[in-house]
C-alpha cells in the first residue's frame, strides 16, 4: 500500500482517452472518483482517479466541481455495463458490514471505495477491500477472498445514481 497514491495529472480530454486506450486494447484498469481530502489522492480537490494496472501506474484528472457525472462513462467503459446497475434492478442483500457503511453514507457521513486485489490503494493485496472513509468513525473496512457481488452494486449504486 502507498496511499496517497503518486498520480500524474491529465485533462479529462486525455484520462478519457487513457481509458479508451486501455479498454480497446483489453487491458486491465480501473477507476476511483474521489472527493476533496481523499486517503487516496490527499489532495483538496475532487478528482476521477484512473488506475492503468499492466502500466503499474494511477493518472488522474483533478477538478473543484462534482465529478461522478464524468466520472460515468469512463467506469462504463473500463469495468463494463453491467458494473453501473440499472434504477429497476433489484439487488442481493448486501454484508452487514457494508450496509452499516451504507447507511453512513446516506447520512452524509463518509464515501466508499471499491478495491480489487490489484488494486495500488489496497491495503490488504490479493482480497477484495470495501473502504468507508468515515467523518466520524475512522476508516471502515469489509475484507473478502471472493468478489463481493452484491456489497459492489449497492456502493456502485451509492456512487453512480
Ligand atoms: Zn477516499
Ligand atoms: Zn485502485
Redesign the pocket.
Known amino acids: 500500500m502507498r496511499i496517497p ?1 503518486t498520480v500524474t495529472e491529465l485533462r479529462y480530454e486525455d484520462l478519457a482517452a487513457k481509458a479508451a486506450g486501455i479498454a480497446a486494447a483489453g487491458g486491465r484498469g ?3 472518483t474521489t472527493p476533496p481530502g481523499c486517503r ?1 489522492t490527499g489532495d483538496s480537490r475532487r478528482a476521477i ?1 484512473l ?1 492503468a ?1 499492466d502500466e503499474g501506474t ?1 493518472y488522474a484528472f483533478c477538478d473543484e466541481a462534482p465529478i461522478e457525472d464524468r466520472a460515468r462513462p469512463l467506469a462504463i467503459l473500463l469495468h463494463g455495463a453491467d458494473s453501473v446497475p440499472g434504477e429497476d434492478e433489484v439487488l442481493e442483500p448486501a454484508s452487514s458490514a457494508v450496509n452499516t457503511m451504507a447507511d453512513r453514507m446516506r447520512m452524509g457521513k463518509g464515501h466508499f ?1 471499491i ?2 486485489p ?5 491495503p490488504n493485496p490479493g482480497r477484495w477491500t470495501i473502504v468507508f472513509e468515515d467523518d466520524d468513525l475512522g476508516i471502515l473496512e469489509s475484507v473478502t477472498d471472493e468478489r463481493p457481488l452484491a456489497d459492489i452494486r449497492l456502493v456502485e449504486r451509492l456512487i453512480y445514481t
Open positions: 497514491l480501473h477507476l476511483h487516496i482517479v488506475e494496472t494511477a471505495h478495491l480489487t490489484a488494486c495500488l490503494a489496497n
